[in-house]
């Protein structure tokens, strides 16, 4: 039934591609999103499907993963794309079957995973998830093409991906990253909103550390409108870092489920940023092996300011640290640690 539903979507998106843009396209790109069935599988497909993600001319063929039970609402979301007439879908793979599912990927959004419910702390997921991301690794290693770029976003993500990478043998371990993109946008749009600008003017703010309440939001360097901009120092202390560092858990009490859109949103821009750079003048944040920049461990992964060119990412290097800053770097550092102490026996 699968193998039949991935033959027709194929064909019929082939046809449909070929017909709306002629010849001038780019060869297409393979992207696999596990946890496809999941809700923030629902918000991100369909707008990576539109070429929002990789852009007008790049046509790609989806790899939609998710566990067995859920194959009946994944064969839904794949008839929903198909009643899209996405022009740029050449074709659609809807598995549980890991192996199909990265064969030859060259992008992987991995959403798949256990999500925290309310009252639940990141670490608290740490055992589950970790067995899954030891698995995937595997399947991406064995499997997948060779230039993949991964981002996960399943959380606890920084040691998500810490386990994943720690599978991967033959493909370089920079291509393995970890999301906190949400929480970049999210310090931005806090910081537009004190300073009455359009999130768009803010500049140079960047996430340090992990994905979760002792994440760093650094703002010493910050600009608005391209003019250096400051905000006082009890409201970040007290309104503007907590905020950042508790919004994923004020969306899971409002909404009773986990940020998604947003989350969907963010996995969009942080692969986006990674193909197509940062803007001169600017940086972004990405969770990504640490290479010991700022007292960071190395192989940690840790989210730093970067500079994206030519599909290649670097750390911004030098930014001033003040004690009130390296205050909360050495916790959040501190976490990732002990994250990594306690999966210690996924990393042999
Ligand atoms: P969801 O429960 O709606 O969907 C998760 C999906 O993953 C389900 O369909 C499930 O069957 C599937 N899944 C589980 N294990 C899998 C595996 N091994 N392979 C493939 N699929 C698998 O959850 P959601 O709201 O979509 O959230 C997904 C994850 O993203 C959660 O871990 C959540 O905490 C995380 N998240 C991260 C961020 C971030 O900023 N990094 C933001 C929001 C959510
Ligand atoms: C978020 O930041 O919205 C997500 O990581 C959800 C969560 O588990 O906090």
């Keep these: 039934m699968q193998k039949y539903l991935q033959k027709a979507l194929t064909n019929q998106f082939t046809r449909a591609s070929i017909a709306h843009f ?19 599988g ?32 994944l064969n839904g979301v794949a008839m929903e794309i198909q009643d899209c007439a996405f022009p740029l879908v050449q074709g659609i793979v809807a598995t549980d079957n890991q192996t199909v599912g990265f064969k030859d ?21 740490l055992k589950d998830n ?23 976003v399943g959380n606890p993500c920084n040691t998500n991906c810490l ?12 291509n393995f990253t970890a999301m906190t993109r949400l929480d970049h946008n999210r310090a931005q749009y806090q910081l537009a909103d004190k300073l009455g600008v359009h999130s768009s003017d803010i500049r140079k703010i960047a996430i340090f550390g992990n994905h979760s309440p ?9 600009t608005a409108k391209n003019h250096k901009a400051t905000v006082d120092q009890q409201w970040v202390t007290q309104t503007f870092i ?29 692969i986006t940023t990674w193909v197509n750079g940062t803007p001169e003048g600017d940086y972004t944040s990405m969770a990504i092996p640490s290479d010991g920049s700022y007292g960071v ?42 994250e990594r102490n306690a999966v210690d026996h996924l990393l042999k």
């Design 22 to 40: 002629g010849q001038s396209l780019k060869p297409p790109v393979r992207v696999a999103i596990t946890g496809a069935a999941g809700q923030i």
């Design 42 to 73: 629902y918000s991100l497909i369909f707008r990576v499907a539109s070429g929002e993600m990789l852009g007008p001319n790049q046509p790609i063929i989806l790899h939609l993963i998710d566990l067995p039970f859920a194959m009946t609402a």
């Design 105 to 125: 990927v060259n992008y992987a959004l991995l959403v798949g995973a256990k999500p925290r419910g309310p009252g639940m702390e990141r670490g608290d997921l």
């Design 130 to 152: 970790g067995k899954i991301f030891t698995e995937t690794g595997k399947y991406i290693n064995d499997h997948a093409s060779r230039d993949i770029k991964v981002v996960v």
């Design 163 to 174: 386990i994943l990478a720690n599978q991967i043998k033959d493909i370089p371990k920079e």
């Design 214 to 222: 002792t994440m760093v939001p650094y703002i010493d360097q910050m």
């Design 242 to 270: 907590p905020s950042v560092q508790q919004r994923g858990a004020e969306i899971i009490k409002a909404r009773k489920l986990s940020s998604a859109a947003s989350a969907g949103n963010a996995a969009m821009n942080h």
């Design 297 to 338: 461990p190395k192989g940690l992964i840790f989210s730093f300011p970067v500079t994206v060119k030519n599909g290649k990412y670097s750390i911004v290097q030098g930014l001033p640290i003040s004690p009130f800053y390296q205050g909360l770097l050495d916790k959040t550092i501190k976490e990732l640690v002990d």
